[in-house]
């Protein structure tokens, strides 16, 4: 059964720094280009980041460029979000999800994934 599991999440002061991951299992993640998603409240869901299954190709939104790094590790079916210099705005819920056979490019649009992990709250306050 393919699955994502995100974690990492929690409470960080403002300008503090988290990192997310987001482990794959029942299926190999290097197939699949991972992309980062975040939904606040009262808010639509937003793509973050992504990376392609080569690695090779990342994108940002323009409102974490800077802050968030995004990689993989393939021999350890993982996913990672550093996420720097976070913000009260970058509070949300954060999902990863995983776009099969996209190996060269990604997209940080929503409707190109396939799976979805249940997401991790990120909380920003002080």
């Known amino acids: 059964q393919l699955q994502l599991v995100e974690s990492g999440g929690g409470l960080v002061q403002p300008g503090g720094s988290l990192r997310l991951s987001c482990a794959a299992s029942?299926?190999?993640?290097?197939?699949?280009?991972i992309g980062w998603f975040r939904q606040a409240p009262g808010k639509e869901r937003e793509g973050v980041s992504c990376i392609s299954g080569s690695g090779a190709s990342t994108n940002y939104a323009d409102s974490v460029k800077g802050r968030f790094t995004i990689s993989r590790s393939n021999a350890k079916n993982t996913v990672y979000l550093q996420m720097n210099s976070l913000k009260p705005e970058d509070t949300a819920v954060y999902y990863c999800?995983?776009?099969?056979?996209?190996?060269?490019?990604?997209?940080?649009?929503?409707?190109?994934?396939?799976?979805w992990g249940q997401g991790t709250q990120v909380t920003v306050s002080s």
């Open positions: 029942g299926f190999a993640l290097n197939y699949y280009a």
């Open positions: 999800a995983a776009d099969k056979g996209r190996h060269w490019a990604c997209t940080v649009q929503a409707d190109a994934y396939d799976y």
